[in-house]
């Protein structure tokens, strides 16, 4: 079992800043691609960032692009999504995900990744 648990979230102003993280158990870490997405209420689950298991390649949606950033750190088994200049319409529940693989090849839909977290709720308000 691969068990993914994000934390970070919260409640911030637009223009704020936060950072998320991902911390994973059970396997190997660096055997797996992860990814940051996003969900609003009654909204599809949307893709945000990925990260290859190097933590060489990244790949971000446009809406995020420039403002958020996603490392790792294989030593810490932890994935990252620095957040700024953070907008209402980026309130969401985050989720992280891993899919297996050692492939600078990123996918963003969500049905590709095997593992995901709980999820952690981001409020931005205006």
């Known amino acids: 079992q691969f068990r993914l648990v994000e934390s970070g979230g919260g409640l911030v102003q637009a223009g704020d800043s936060l950072r998320l993280s991902c911390t994973a158990s059970g396997r190997t870490f660096n055997n797996y691609a992860m990814a940051w997405f996003r969900q609003a209420p009654g909204k599809e689950r949307d893709f945000v960032a990925a990260?290859?298991?190097?933590?060489?390649?990244?790949y971000y949606a446009d809406s995020v692009k420039g403002r958020f950033t996603i490392s790792r750190d294989n030593a810490k088994n932890t994935v990252y999504l620095r957040m700024n200049s953070l907008k209402p319409e980026d309130t969401a529940v985050y989720y992280c995900a891993a899919r297996a693989g050692q492939t600078t090849l990123l996918r963003t839909t969500p049905t590709l990744y095997e593992y995901w977290g709980q999820g952690t709720q981001v409020t931005v308000s205006a």
């Open positions: 990260i290859d298991w190097s933590g060489v390649v990244t």
